[in-house]
Every structure is written in C-alpha cells, then in structure tokens.
C-alpha cells in the first residue's frame, strides 16, 4: 500500500519547553522485490529537522518508523534507527547497559553492528539466534530473555519487520507498546488512516487503508479508535502476512537488574522520560502492515 510519512511536524512550543530536541529520525520500508529500503538522518541541525519534516511517500507492505532520543552513541546515521540485518529492520525503545558484556556474547555477531547503540547490539544477538533455526519468534525470547537475565536494562520495547511480517516485544512495564486491529476503513468502515503522535513526533497518512485492513504498533495511542490494546510486560507479539495476529508471554519474570530513571546519566534519562501531559515520547515508533491486492 501506498502511505505518506511526517517524522516530525512542525516545532511544538510546549514539547520544546518540556524536553530537548530529537536527535533522529528514521523510516524503513521494502521494495517491490522485498528489499529493505531505509531513510534515516541524525539531527544535528536545523536543515536536518527541515529533512525530517519533509513528507515521505512509499510503498510497502511493511513500515517501521522511529524518532530517535539518543541514551546511547552519538548523533551519527549508524546510531539513528531503524538498523537492517539479514533483510530485516528493527526499532528499539529503552536502555541495555554493560555493552561490554553483550559484546563478548556476541562474538563474532560484533561483525553485524556498524555503530555505538545498544540497540543495535541487542539486534545483532536477535540477528545470531535467528540464524541456528531461522525461528525469528523464538530468536527474540531467547535473546530477550538472555538480556534479561544478565544485563541492566530499562526496557527491551521493540518492533521488528520484514517485507511481509511484523514482531513487537514490550518488557518490562518501564514504557508502554500498543496495537490496533484495524479493519479496513477504521470503525466507520469508510475512512482512511491518518495517524499522529502526540506531540508533533511521527505522523502517517494511507488513503489505501480506507479499503484495507492493517494492523498498527505505536509507542502511544495514534488516534480515538477505541481499538487499542496496550501489549502486557512480556508479551511478544506476530503479524503474520495474513494479519492473523498472535501473542505469548515471551519473558514472564522480572529483570535480573533493573534500572529505574534515577540509575541513568543526564542523557539517558532524558532520552527515556516517559510521556505525560506536559512531555513528549521518549521515543516513537509506528509501522502498519496489510494485505496486497
């Protein structure tokens, strides 16, 4: 389907006020021959934000978008979500420390990762568990819960596509994760999707899903559908091709180590700062999948 992507809209005073400047924005999407095409720009500049306000039209079956608060790397294109793997795309919402840690258990996985996140580490160790059985549902628990149970950690939130599929984990509660099941033309059943974050973050627009159905994961609730089901701590969830969604209590205990806002430094914390009535998303990220015709 065709869909027109805004990573940022115009500046916010009140988001200004109650938070400092994105530092990324990122939208990946798939070709027509189910190649992983990523537009992604670290925002060092105000030519940069004029960049990530410019709208982006593509067709996919399959979209991941992310605006990036940077805990982790610098404002650098390798650090700026998504990352690609293997053909497969990947945002992540929270903190993993002891990357040295993580490191050593990678290995020779260390050769997938290009930047300084820990983002990107944690999806090089989902990338390595893929490939033993090609299980991306298991590949995900198992690093998940290999993080889990070894690392300081705020939060593991992500979402992960391919050209046809899509997988999103929330865990622990740190941050919130939703889904809609959107049926074709919302609940009217005559309208197209047009979606925003609340504070001038990521919005969407798809006049095709006025006839198609989809399926939506955001960091927060993108409109007043009364649809939305926010994903329990734990749960690992999969949109297959068809739409048929399933879900499973991928990691049932806690953390190992957790960390709470106050165990971060200045940045990191302000990368992480949940949303509320006078703050923005610490970060978001949004994708839609749907039928072909």
């Known amino acids: 389907m065709r869909a027109t992507?805004?990573?940022?809209?115009?500046?916010?005073?009140?988001?200004?006020?109650?938070?400092?400047?994105?530092?990324?924005?990122?939208?990946?999407?798939?070709?027509?021959?189910?190649?992983?095409?990523?537009?992604?720009?670290?925002?060092?500049a105000y030519?940069?934000?004029?960049?990530?306000?410019?709208?982006?039209?593509?067709?996919?079956r399959t979209f991941v978008a992310h605006v990036r608060y940077a805990s982790t790397g610098a404002l650098d294109v390798r650090n700026t979500h998504?990352?690609?793997?293997?053909?497969?795309?990947?945002?992540?919402?929270?903190?993993i420390e002891d990357l040295g840690a993580l490191e050593r258990e990678l290995g020779d996985a260390m050769s997938l990762v290009g930047g300084d996140t820990d983002s990107e580490r944690f999806f090089a160790l989902i990338t390595r568990e893929i490939g033993r059985d090609g299980d991306v549902?298991?590949?995900?628990?198992?690093?998940?819960?290999?993080?889990?149970?070894?690392?300081?950690?705020?939060?593991?939130?992500?979402?992960?596509?391919?050209?046809?599929?899509?997988?999103?984990?929330?865990?622990?509660?740190?941050?919130?994760?939703?889904?809609?099941?959107?049926?074709?033309?919302?609940?009217?059943g005559n309208r197209h999707l047009e979606h925003a974050g609340?504070?001038?973050?990521?919005?969407?627009?798809?006049?095709?899903?006025?006839?198609?159905?989809?399926?939506?994961?955001?960091?927060?609730?993108?409109?007043?559908d009364s649809g939305w089901r926010l994903l329990d701590p734990g749960e690992l969830l999969h949109v297959g091709g068809d739409l048929r969604v399933t879900r499973r209590p991928a990691l049932e205990s806690a953390p190992a180590?957790?960390?709470?806002?106050?165990?971060?430094?200045?940045?990191?914390?302000?990368?992480q700062r949940p949303s509320g009535p006078a703050q923005g998303p610490p970060s978001s990220s949004a994708s839609a999948s749907t039928t072909s015709s």
């Open 47 to 60: 030519r940069d934000h004029e960049f990530a306000r410019e709208a982006k039209e593509v067709v996919s």
């Open 257 to 271: 180590h957790p960390l709470t806002l106050a165990d971060l430094d200045p940045r990191a914390r302000e990368s």
């Open 5 to 44: 992507f805004w990573l940022l809209e115009a500046p916010d005073s009140l988001a200004r006020q109650s938070r400092r400047e994105p530092d990324g924005t990122g939208l990946g999407s798939y070709d027509p021959d189910g190649r992983p095409v990523v537009s992604k720009q670290p925002l060092a």
């Open 137 to 188: 549902t298991g590949a995900i628990e198992r690093a998940a819960g290999w993080v889990a149970g070894h690392l300081p950690l705020l939060s593991l939130n992500l979402v992960l596509i391919t050209a046809s599929e899509l997988w999103a984990l929330r865990y622990p509660d740190t941050h919130e994760l939703w889904v809609l099941e959107r049926a074709a033309g919302g609940p009217g």
């Open 198 to 224: 609340a504070r001038g973050s990521i919005r969407v627009r798809s006049a095709a899903l006025a006839a198609r159905p989809a399926v939506v994961i955001a960091s927060e609730r993108m409109d007043e």
């Open 82 to 95: 998504p990352f690609a793997q293997d053909g497969r795309l990947l945002a992540h919402n929270g903190v």
